[in-house]
């Protein structure tokens, strides 16, 4: 299996801080990935630059097959343009902590508005899409709903029907059910297993330790910017190497 | 205790506002006695303000003020958009030109500026266009360039474009973070991003001060009668110098003031609401609140 993602080397600082030092990972196509760590250990960064929402300092990162941000010329690397990433990002879906909707636009304005725009589809296509994924996330009686209408569980299905809209060759998820009600999560989680049953390639940072158990081919745990343990979740859940991640495991479950 | 089985469900008798009734009469009475005052009273001469209301030199005043208002709103506000994103910009020589600007228009008084551009051939006596190498293209004495008109139109504007560029910068800071990260996720090119998601929602928050900016520019632009610039409360002065109507023909001014106020603040109300989608429930009419609070409800009425 060739890797979806493929992150080698990447380090990166905020200032004086070393947010990321030297983390590698591949992630093999259809597989899910949970990144853990207590916070501020750099996992929501790594996300992000995977996107290329964060530029990174020094090392690669490689999203099927293709590097991001940069055109590798020899030993050189150089800044694409903004309309270049902006291509780039297209193909990566992304969730965020607070579902970031368009708040001026409704549930399915939501959903066509980068169809439209980055992909230049018909609007009948766009909506015929959107409609078919709102129905998938278990939500297609509220195509003309505003976002502050709809509950915080809710409004994460959208947003991932968003990110689903523009058909994603791979979902990055920054802690998606970190700011929901306890009892909304579950929703979310049901509709971010099935997309992982169906194949698609994921990366997700999350607390959400059962998700983790249950979905996750590879769990990474991550702290002050290192990775300092990987494995399946029999591994790093049942019988975690390094200390740093036994005390977490002791703290979340 | 115990409650009662089965009882009738209870009715809520609302309270009365008696307070709300007398201050309202009050005031009501206040209101009525002052225009009575200002309808009996002969030195307010209402015939003569009927008479010049719509006469052509004031019609043509009002046509002035509307013309500078226009196009010191238009162009003001387009500057001020160009001078919020460079102050927003990463570029360092940006943000220090945008600032200064903002401070040296905000720092100089309007009238102050509307005589320094009005004399600007003191400082400048030749305006000319030159490229190196090509000669001069182009030169005129300053005095053939800047009219009444033109010095005004150039004040008004300077002076809209630095309190626009505050309000524009506002609006924009004040849209969410995620909502940016959310557009370029989805590959949106920052251009369109800015247009499609951030700039209609700081639409909302830059509206009401861009609104209060409108009026107010709309009564700034009397000023410009001392560089005898015929706009609405010039005319009015032309014609009070001749026939000694003071009061009057302030009047007129006044009431042609308050009418283009009026209309602007209606406008103002419309865009808001277009604006206002998917907005939290905007504030609702002030008077049907009031009345609904006022007047004591029925009991069919919930």
């Known amino acids: 299996m060739s890797a979806a993602i493929e992150i080698s080397r990447v380090s990166k600082s905020f200032g004086f801080t070393r947010v990321l030092d030297d983390v590698s990972l591949a992630i093999p196509e259809g597989s899910v990935c949970v990144v853990l760590g207590p916070s501020g250990s750099g996992k929501s960064t790594l996300l992000r630059c995977v996107n290329h929402l964060e530029s990174v300092d020094a090392g690669t990162i490689e999203v099927g097959g293709e590097l991001i941000g940069y055109r590798r010329d020899g030993d050189r690397l150089h800044e694409l343009s903004a309309r270049a990433v902006a291509r780039q990002r297209a193909r990566i879906g992304m969730v965020f902590q607070h579902f970031n909707l368009f708040l001026h636009r409704t549930v399915i304005e939501n959903l066509i508005e980068a169809p439209l725009l980055v992909r230049r589809e018909s609007k009948a296509v766009a909506i015929a899409r959107a409609q078919r994924l709102l129905a998938q996330v278990g939500l297609a009686d509220r195509a003309a709903a505003w976002p502050r209408e709809l509950s915080g569980g809710q409004q994460q299905r959208i947003a991932i029907a968003r990110a689903l809209a523009m058909e994603p060759e791979v979902m990055l998820f920054d802690e998606p059910t970190s700011a929901l009600d306890p009892e909304l999560v579950g929703d979310v989680l049901q509709v971010m297993k099935s997309l992982a049953r169906s194949g698609m390639t994921m990366m997700v940072v999350t607390h959400e330790i059962g998700f983790a158990r249950e979905v996750a081919d590879q769990i990474v745990f991550m702290d002050q910017g290192r990775i300092i343990e990987s494995g399946p979740p029999s591994q790093v859940l049942d019988a975690p190497r390094h200390e740093r991640t036994s005390a977490f495991l002791s703290t979340v479950l | ?302």
């Not at chain 2, 226009?70 to 360092?92: K, T």
């Not at chain 2, 360039?145 to 005004?152: G, K, R, T």
């Not at chain 2, 009401?208 to 610039?229: D, M, R, Y």
């Not at chain 2, 009047?251 to 109300?269: C, E, H, K, N, R």
Request: net charge positive; proline share 5%; charged share 10%.
């Open chain 2, 1 to 302: 205790m115990v409650p009662e089985p089965a009882a009738a469900p209870l009715k809520v008798v609302r309270k009365r506002h008696y307070g709300r009734w007398c201050s309202a009469l009050v005031a009501l009475a206040v209101v009525a006695l002052m225009i009575d005052s200002m309808v009996r009273n002969p030195n307010f001469e209402w015939e003569v303000v009927a008479r010049n209301l719509t006469s052509d030199s004031i019609l043509a005043g009002v046509g002035m003020t509307i013309e500078l208002t226009f196009i010191s709103v238009v162009f003001g506000f387009a500057g001020g958009i160009v001078l919020a994103l460079m102050r927003l910009s990463a570029n360092p020589v940006l943000v220090a030109v945008s600032w200064t600007y903002t401070w040296l228009f905000r720092a100089v008084p309007m009238l102050v500026q509307l005589f320094l551009w009005y004399n600007i051939a003191a400082l400048y006596p030749r305006l000319a266009l030159s490229i190196p190498g090509l000669g001069e293209l182009w030169s005129a004495p300053t005095n053939s360039v800047i009219s009444p008109f033109s010095a005004a139109v150039i004040a008004l504007v300077m002076h809209q474009a630095a309190y626009a560029a505050e309000i524009v910068r506002a609006g924009i800071l004040g849209v969410n973070a995620g909502q940016h990260d959310a557009a370029q996720a989805l590959g949106l090119t920052p251009f369109q991003g800015f247009r499609r998601v951030v700039l209609p929602q700081a639409m909302r928050t830059i509206l009401p001060p861009a609104g209060n900016e409108v009026i107010g520019q709309l009564k700034t632009t009397a000023v410009v009668s001392v560089i005898a610039l015929q706009d609405l409360l010039y005319s009015a002065q032309i014609i009070y110098q001749r026939t000694y109507e003071v009061i009057p023909l302030l009047m007129v001014a006044t009431i042609w003031y308050m009418a283009m106020t009026t209309l602007l603040s209606i406008g103002q109300f419309m865009i808001e609401r277009h604006y206002g989608r998917g907005a939290a429930q905007q504030s609702a009419m002030s008077w049907q609140w009031l009345a609904r609070g006022a007047l004591p409800r029925s009991g069919a009425r919930r």
